[in-house]
């Protein structure tokens, strides 16, 4: 039968053999297909593999060096806890209590000052235990617990001061000096620093000391000699506002200022080593030396006309009585320059024995200065007009100096010490008296002793322009 469907054409199933083989072919494509995508299903599946073998051996690099990255970190914490705890005993081993001073304001005892060295070492002995018995008072709240250090710096212009203080007769030349040697040598930690002229740089040394010492965890304590100034209040409180918590104690001498005493800080005296007087009321209440060289006009070669061109002059004292009264300086308080009264005429008799007749203009010089105010003046860049403060009024158009300084009667007080004792007047140089009510220039050498000026002997100086012109004008007589 089969054969015979065959032979007749006709496949399985009914088909042809021709739509069988079709139908085989397709099937097979189908297949193939199926594989294919077995295939790529393999394929897929492996690739997948590779990256995931991948990943997992870089997750494993990554977690063996987590691992000793935390065995290294465990041991670094412990070697911080270690270090940690040394640094903590040293800080509670080693405190120290810094004290700074502004030595410009704040003086020592004059007692101790004319002891010179040995005044010195006394000092620094002093100081010391007297700090010493204020924090062991208070050491709990200052947290230390043992022994400390006691540091102190002094900070002042020795040259200035020294100055200031020989000229107004209460300490004698090299005194200054030798007290603050001794003040240095006695103790290690005790020292003086001389910071020469200019108005800020006991300043600023000391606010540097601050913000170094603030810093410092071993400072348990800051003491401060320089509440007089309120031109500290400023920094002060912002020591105070940006450290709290943080222990600031005034050493007092002189009155505290204002600004100062507001912040409410603890004070503490020492009467015993530092004086209660500003260094202006301990040199105005000494007795300086006298370096008044009055100007005595003798009376020949007079004319009628008063005309003093030829007269001359004589620096001994004249036999013929005279009247001296000097400038005199009043302050309008709504100003910055001074307002000076009339100067008082310089009369003598004539050698006739005439009518009294004017011999020009008596100036007396500024007894003393502040030594911190001068190197204030000195300092000012551009420089005040002299005019405009010490005149009242400048016509120079336009000036070369500054007319915009608020300076203070003292500070024009100041200006006028200054100027008078480094440049001599001219017109007493040329016609031998000076007939200018205002004129701020020297009219006398600052440098004389009384028995100089009595007897016309010239200074020291060889080189004084003051005596110099003297000389010329005794020679010329």
């Not at 409410?264 to 005296?269: F, G």
Request: hydrophobic share 30%.
């Amino acid at each position: 039968m089969m054969s015979e469907r065959a032979s007749n054409g006709i496949g399985v199933h009914g088909l042809s053999s021709d739509a069988l083989l079709q139908t085989y072919k397709a099937r097979f494509q189908e297949l193939s297909g199926i594989e294919g995508k077995k295939d790529d299903l393999i394929r897929d599946l492996l690739q997948q593999n590779e990256r995931l073998t991948t990943l997992l051996e870089r997750i494993e690099d990554d977690l063996e060096r987590e691992k000793s990255f935390a065995r290294f970190s465990q041991k670094e914490i412990r070697d911080l806890k270690i270090q940690n705890s040394d640094a903590e005993e040293k800080l509670i081993s080693y405190p120290y209590v810094q004290v700074l001073i502004d030595g410009d304001g704040v003086m020592f005892h004059l007692d101790l000052l004319r002891k010179k060295k040995d005044g010195g070492h006394e000092a620094a002995e002093l100081l010391l235990q007297e700090i010493r018995e204020l924090v062991r008072s208070d050491r709990d709240r200052l947290n230390i617990k043992g022994d400390f250090e006691i540091r102190a710096l002094v900070f002042a212009n020795l040259d200035g001061l020294s100055k200031t203080l020989v000229k107004s007769n209460v300490l004698k030349p090299g005194d200054l000096q030798q007290f603050f040697m001794g003040f240095t040598q006695r103790l290690e930690h005790i020292n003086f620093i001389d910071v020469g002229y200019g108005k800020e740089m006991a300043d600023s040394k000391i606010r540097g000391e601050f913000l170094f010492h603030l810093k410092d965890p071993r400072c348990r304590l800051i003491l401060f000699g320089g509440g007089h100034d309120n031109g500290y209040a400023p920094f002060l409180k912002t020591c105070t506002a940006t450290n709290p918590n943080y222990p600031i104690w005034l050493l007092k001498g002189p009155p505290t200022g204002v600004a100062i005493t507001s912040m409410s800080l603890p004070t503490y005296e020492l009467n015993n080593i530092f004086s209660k007087e500003s260094q202006n009321e301990i040199t105005s209440n000494s007795s300086p030396i006298s370096q008044t060289a009055l100007l005595t006009p003798t009376s020949s070669n007079m004319n009628g006309n008063n005309n003093f061109e030829n007269s001359k002059f004589s620096y001994a004292s004249a036999a013929a009585p005279t009247t001296v009264r000097s400038t005199n300086v009043k302050y309008n308080n709504n100003s910055t320059s001074p307002v000076f009264e009339p100067a008082r005429t310089i009369t003598i008799g004539s050698s006739t024995g005439g009518a009294y007749a004017s011999r020009g203009f008596q100036h007396t010089m500024v007894s003393s200065a502040d030594a911190e105010r001068v190197n204030y003046i000195k300092s000012l860049n551009p420089r005040a007009c002299n005019n405009f403060y010490l005149r009242g009024a400048c016509y120079n158009q336009p000036c070369p100096y500054s007319h915009k300084y608020k300076l203070s009667n003292e500070d024009v007080r100041t200006l006028k010490y200054i100027i008078e004792r480094s440049k001599p007047c001219q017109q007493l140089k040329r016609r031998g008296w000076c007939d200018d009510e205002k004129c701020y220039y020297g009219h006398q050498c600052p440098f004389k002793t009384g028995q100089e000026a009595s007897n016309s002997e010239r200074c020291g100086n060889y080189f004084c322009r003051f005596c110099q012109q003297e000389d010329e004008i005794m020679h010329d007589s």
